[in-house]
């Protein structure tokens, strides 16, 4: 199924004709340039963090400009899920403040029955932005609400909107520099909402049951990628979209979308249903880029890749063109090199055939389809379910892999070999962030613990760990920007932490 509008390109209001300046067409027709976080150099051989760079000049690559959004944007900061943030790191950071006043908890159901749901929770990572002078942080949380704080205070900013269940993934914040935030929920729908209205406003939503055949559920945990007016989002209902937006802004100066699904696939398929022998094929990752591809995994094991190179000109020519099964449920978002490389955390839930082939952990090769296992391995198991829940992060030549063991791994991420490995303790779903050649990582004792990186070889000496008074299980990823670390709990409340 594919809907796709004959809209024509808009231009931004002409309060933004800044954007005009410093406008370039790379083969998408007439658009706001797009714009991602400056690259910082971790370590030789780390890769640039502005993974369409890479793009050809024919395909979905974009410019970075003067009027760029400050931030991250999104879940692990670009489309390549590669960019952790900006330092300084802080030296010797305490809890600077904790909101709101009261813990932000909702009931929602599981397998029919009521469980109440407390703070943030997987992956949760909330966008810090820089704009109008001020540097805002937004997060959806298990209150059923999105909230929208002042950085240096924890005070809100704007009221927070309310949704009809809970949020448990990342917010995306528009690129371009248009007052949208993208974001999902478990009540069935994924939202953009516009905030230059006296309160945040929902201008549209997408069900789960907008899908042909909708499959596991209608949570929208992924994360939506925002590239040249066009959304890119999965759903646990199995499917794979892209929407072009086709944002404005009216004559009295407001924001106005006008979505079309240009593009609707499966993220399964029937010979993967029979090798499962189940429906739960959910898209539960977010959706990676990289050049003219994207890349989905779900919870089934099965990773798609598609050919975006018509997207603007022939949305009906693009095309899934790698086809990868590992065998069990890829939770984790997967991450891309500058390469192209793909690396992929697995769950160990079925135990079936495949899935103890590939281990809970391998890189792909999508240039050579037919044969791209570059590596594969397993990883600790602990007592329950097993395997990477959390999102790898690169750094240099590593590739750094909580599991739910609780046990970091630092792997080759041409070889897969370990070099080193930390202990975070049990149901480490929490993404490390490596700043600075400091690696940051939150655990389920409620410890934010820092890491010398320097030698990348050997394991890393302790710099610092912070304690939240609770305790409480952090699965959130922190957001780390300008020497301060945002990051929610499952204690009710959200936290920054700094030198302050």
Sequence with gaps: MRIVSDAPCRLPHPRRWSYLLSLIVVGWGCEVPRSLPEAQAEAPGTPSVAAAEWAPASGIGHSITADSVQGLVMFRGNATRSYYGRGPVPSNPRILWRVPGRAMCATSWVNREPREWCGTGWTGQPSVIERGGRTEVIVGAYDRQVHFLDAATGAPLRPSLSVGDIIKGSVTVDPDGYPLVYSGSRDGNFRIIAIDRPRPTTVWSLPASSAPRPMWNDDWDGNAVVLRDHLFEGGE????????????????????????????????????????????????????????????????????GFD??????????????????????????????????????????????????????????????????????????????????????????????????????AVDRDSGAERWRLSLGWHAWSSPVVVDSTLIVADCQGRIQAFDMRQPNATPPLRWAVTIPSRACIESTPALWRGRLYVGARDGFFYALGDG
């Design 237 to 304: 209902n199995g499917w794979f979209y892209i929407v072009r937006l086709n944002r404005r802004y009216d004559a009295s100066g407001l924001v106005q979308v006008d979505p079309t699904i240009v593009f609707l696939a499966p993220g399964f398929d029937d010979e993967q249903l029979r090798a499962l022998g189940d429906r739960d094929v959910s898209i539960e990752n977010s959706v990676v880029l990289f050049g003219n591809r994207a890349y989905i995994g779900n919870s089934g094991g099965l990773i798609s």
């Design 308 to 409: 975006l190179t018509h997207l603007v000109t022939d949305p009906s020519r693009v095309t899934r063109t790698f086809r990868f099964w590992g065998g069990d449920d890829i939770n984790a978002t997967m991450v891309v090199d500058e390469r192209g490389m793909l690396y992929v955390g697995a769950e160990d839930q079925r135990s079936n055939a495949r899935m103890r082939e590939m281990g809970q952990l391998y890189s792909l090769d999508p240039s050579r389809p037919e044969h791209p296992v570059r590596w594969k391995r397993t990883v600790p198991r602990g007592s329950d379910f097993g395997g990477v829940y959390a999102t790898p992060a690169l750094y240099g030549s590593l590739l750094l892999v909580p599991t739910n063991a609780g046990v970091l791994l």
